[in-house]
């Protein structure tokens, strides 16, 4: 079965299954109330990452020169720019969108397709958007915390979020199904690959601490960074 339709249907299920739990959507004290299904699904993830990604990232970077290592890593933050662009002019960024759109054009062609990152040293902002930062912008509650198979961590909200990010994905375009999968393919080793300098400082229950790196990272990036923390005599 090619890749992006597997895609699609793991998508297509994990949001019938979200939709089936809005009823919890707007409890503070209730992010997590699958959490038995969430740790399941988190112990197959783990198990496939163990056996099959992780030793495919890490022969990755043991064959790839760190040159091209960074350049293939560019070429698909290039391409994300794109989803980026849109999902900043629907939350009414028009400056930050004509950003995204410069930094395409500009990789896409002095950059040789994105393998250099050239907008970043001229003071063009990389931004991370996406259309779940755009629901979240427009008040829609992040809802309950949901582990996907293959796909991970995510919310009710941020999970129907990556079915119009996948229709702005420059990738879907490619015609020959082949190509495209093996770009899909590289493209997951790439994201574990970057995964790798992070998880060093995992401790304790890694379950939780990926959960709640997770939702207090969405919270930030839908915030743009600007989070309010209140301080009183007891907590300053």
Not at 16 to 21: D, I, T
Not at 204 to 224: I, S, T
């Amino acid at each position: 079965m090619p890749i992006q339709r597997l895609r699609q249907r793991i998508i297509c299920g994990a949001a019938a299954l979200m939709l089936s739990c809005t009823a919890y959507a707007e409890s503070a004290e209730n992010r997590d109330p699958l959490e038995g299904f969430n740790r399941a699904m988190f112990g197959l993830n783990e198990g496939i990452d163990k056996y099959a990604l992780k030793p495919l990232a890490q022969g990755y970077r043991f064959i790839m020169p760190d040159i091209a290592e960074t350049g293939v890593n560019n070429f698909f933050s290039n391409l994300s720019d794109v989803r980026s662009a849109a999902n900043n002019l629907l939350q009414g960024k028009f400056e930050r969108s004509l950003s995204d759109v410069s930094r395409v054009v500009l990789n896409s062609t002095f950059g040789l397709i994105g393998f250099l990152d050239l907008a970043t040293p001229l003071g063009l902002e990389k931004h991370d958007e996406d259309f779940g930062q755009t629901l979240g912008y427009w008040g829609i509650s992040s809802g309950p915390y949901i582990v996907l198979p293959l796909l991970g961590p995510t919310t009710l909200r941020d999970g129907l979020g990556r079915i119009p990010d996948m229709a702005l994905d420059p990738l879907e375009q490619v015609d020959d199904i082949p190509t495209r999968n093996s770009l899909y393919a590289l493209k997951m080793i790439d994201a574990r690959v970057q995964l790798m300098r992070a998880e060093q400082i995992i401790s304790g229950d890694k379950y939780l601490f990926v959960r709640d790196a997770y939702l207090q990272r969405r919270e930030y990036l839908v915030n743009d960074g600007e989070i309010q923390v209140d301080y009183d005599d007891s907590n300053f």
